[in-house]
């Protein structure tokens, strides 16, 4: 028999009352309690999740906290600050600037350009954006300054002075005027590069974000120094400073213009719009000019000041029918493309602004008034002593000589001062009444006037009234001492006369072209007779016989195969720094062909120093060469006829 015990079976009993959990569900669905013992072996675990309550509450509150402090500096901003951070704004954002207006042209008179204009920027800064509250360091104006004086140019530290002015509201100042595109070029990349780094590296500030540029022009003059003392010039501010610059200063301006534009960074937003008033052109305007005739007669009057060491010399050349300027040259010149380089006693136009003692060119005034008060003929005789005693002085000619035999007309090609006082004096039945009948035709003439042109610093030259000549003035106004005129008025005088004895007034501009193409001629020349048509036509024979005879003082400004008018003059000259003679002013006046004049020209030079000082020797040639070349150009053909050979002398 085994030791081992049956199993015993468990009888069912009655089930034991099971407790109701202290938490838990009841029911056919309800859950096992677990008892005291815990989760049976191998029962799996259960996670519990958190209530999400509480932390939709946190994340609530501190949304919350920051839409609150959102509102609170929104309130602030559009409120309580608005206009602050308005005005800051405005400031920051629109820059506004001048659109200067595009000069207009300065051409002779076949269209050939003698003052042009080419693209140019004024460098241009708004010193409130170097501020430190702005750039967030001290020093922006220094590091500006620092970059940008080499490449303009300028002192450094007068570039601080503008980047930091005493203004703190100022806006605008301008660092450099009229700068080539290059250096324009070059801030702009500089400026850009700047921009770019400093987008990436909080170390780097763009000290050049308040540096700007406007367009403009700057002037510029093709032919340098040719007819410079016409042109003028143009100054810093590019207003015209001299000539015609100056002169027709409000036709070639044109009208400026304005605009407004946003930007960022120094960088213009092109998407914030901008309102512009476009700057208006200025007139393109012609003159009467010829560019070759104007080389031409530059090129001598140069050549010979420089050959007669003398200070300077003045040529003009005139249509005698139109009284228009084909040339106006002065010697010593000057290169309005470099001002800095001229000597300022070479700027202005010396033909215009000198006034000087004509000399004996001035005779041919005194013939004018004898002829046409029928006081005398050219054959009227006139014997010319040695030495002539009238008022206070003893007269004589530029050279001793025997008593001469003289034709009214051989006083003048001989240049005889004694034979025109007694001439002169035949005006009137006293010497007053003489004087007074010769300053009518003086006037008459344009001295003592401004000669029309309307040109800066023009002098009108001096010429007293008759009651107030002394007594030595009452004999030498006849032979050109005592009185002054401009070298436009002494050219005029023989272009009345070449033009049949009707003085045209001198012109410099032919017209002018507007914006929109058109051209507008200038105002026709005003016109007066002076003398008669067969006064004018009689001197002019009296002048041919100065070039043409062999007694006449003018046999170097002869012209092979044209007849020559012409007149030599050498005076005393008053000099300017003292107001005392000293010196010579030399001079040729003349017109061509003679008995169908086309174009007068005239020379001086003052102070010869060097060679001869006689006007027939120095300026003659001068004059033939400019009369020659003006012929040709302006294809003035000879006329063939024969001299009138008016009689120099006579038998007594």
């Known amino acids: 028999m085994s030791d081992r015990q049956p199993p015993r079976r468990r009888v069912p009993g009655p089930a034991r009352p099971v ?49 609150l402090a959102f509102v609170v500096r929104l309130v602030q901003v559009q409120a309580v600050d608005a206009s ?71 002192d450094q530290e007068d570039l601080v002075r503008k980047l930091r002015p005493d203004n703190p509201s100022l806006r605008y100042v301008k660092l450099a005027g009229r700068q080539t595109p290059q250096v324009w070029r070059q801030i702009k990349d500089l400026k850009a590069a700047l921009a770019t780094k400093s987008e990436t590296d909080r170390s780097t500030v763009n000290v050049l974000a308040g540096v700007f540029s406007v367009p403009t022009t ?10 410079a003392g016409i042109l003028g010039w143009v100054n810093a501010e590019g207003k015209g400073s001299g000539g015609v ?49 104007q080389w031409a007669a530059q090129n001598a009057i140069s050549k010979q000041v420089e050959e007669s060491a003398a200070d300077r010399g003045y040529v003009i050349v005139q249509d005698t029918r139109t009284g228009e300027v084909l040339a106006m040259a002065n010697a010593p010149g000057f290169d309005p493309n470099d001002l800095s380089a001229a000597d300022p006693r070479t700027l202005g136009n010396a033909a215009l ?99 029309g042109l309307g040109f800066p610093g023009e002098t009108k030259g001096i010429l007293a009234p008759p009651d107030q000549w002394s007594t030595s003035q009452q004999y030498t106004i006849p032979f050109g001492q005592g009185v002054s005129i401009n070298a436009m008025q002494a050219a ?27 051209f507008t001629p200038a105002p026709k020349a005003e016109k007066t007779r002076v003398v008669s048509e067969k006064t004018a036509k009689t001197l002019a024979q009296m002048l041919e016989s100065v070039v043409d005879d062999e007694e006449g003082t003018g046999t170097k400004a002869r012209i092979p195969g044209y007849r020559v008018a012409g007149k030599t003059g050498t005076a005393n000259r008053v000099d300017p720094a003292t107001g005392k003679y000293h010196g010579y002013t030399s001079s040729f006046a003349g017109f061509a062909p003679a008995d169908k004049p086309r174009i007068t020209v005239y020379c001086v030079i003052q102070n010869a ?39 120099v002398t006579f038998k007594p």
């Open 218 to 227: 700057k002037r510029v003059y093709p032919n340098n120094e040719l007819a």
């Open 609 to 647: 120093t060097r060679g001869s000082y006689f006007g027939g020797q120095i300026c003659g040639p001068v004059f033939k060469q400019v009369m020659e070349f003006s012929l040709k150009t302006l294809q003035v053909p000879p006329t063939g006829a024969a001299p009138a050979a008016l009689p």
């Open 245 to 293: 610059e100056l002169q027709l200063e409000d036709r070639l301006a044109g009208e400026e213009g304005k605009i407004r534009y946003a930007q960022s960074g120094g960088r213009l937003v092109p998407t914030a719009g901008s309102t512009e008033t476009p700057a208006v052109p200025g007139d393109d305007i012609e003159l009467t000019i010829d560019r070759d005739i």
């Open 19 to 67: 407790r109701p959990a202290a938490r838990g569900r009841t029911g056919p669905g309800a859950r096992p309690v677990r008892g005291p013992g815990g989760p049976r072996p191998g029962a799996p675990k259960t996670i519990r999740l958190g209530s999400p309550r509480p932390r939709l509450r946190l994340v609530g509150v501190g949304l919350t906290l920051v839409m």
């Open 353 to 451: 602004q000198d006034a000087f003692e004509p000399g004996s060119t001035a005779k041919v005034l005194s013939m004018a008034a004898v002829l046409e008060e029928n006081a005398a003929t050219p054959g009227t005789h006139v014997v010319v002593p040695n030495r002539l005693h009238r008022g206070d002085r003893l007269f004589k000619d530029d050279i001793d000589h025997p008593t001469w035999y003289l034709t009214l007309n051989g006083v003048l090609a001989k240049s005889s001062n004694i034979g025109t006082i007694l001439a002169t004096g035949q005006l009137g039945k006293t010497q007053a009444q003489a004087n007074k009948v010769l300053y009518d035709y003086l006037r008459k003439f344009g001295l003592g006037s401004h000669t």
């Open 492 to 518: 005029s005088v023989y272009s009345t006369i070449a033009n049949g004895g009707v003085r045209v007034e001198p012109t410099l501009v032919r017209g002018s072209k507007g914006p929109d193409g058109s």
């Open 84 to 154: 602050t951070y308005a005005g800051k704004a405005e400031r920051n954002r629109y820059v506004g600037q001048v659109l200067a207006a595009e000069r207009g042209e300065i051409t002779d008179r076949n269209g050939v350009a003698l003052a042009t204009s080419e693209d140019a920027y004024d460098i241009t800064a708004d010193p409130t954006m170097f501020a430190p509250d702005e750039l967030k360091i001290d020093d922006g104006p220094e590091q500006a300054a620092a970059l940008l004086a080499p490449i303009l140019g300028a």
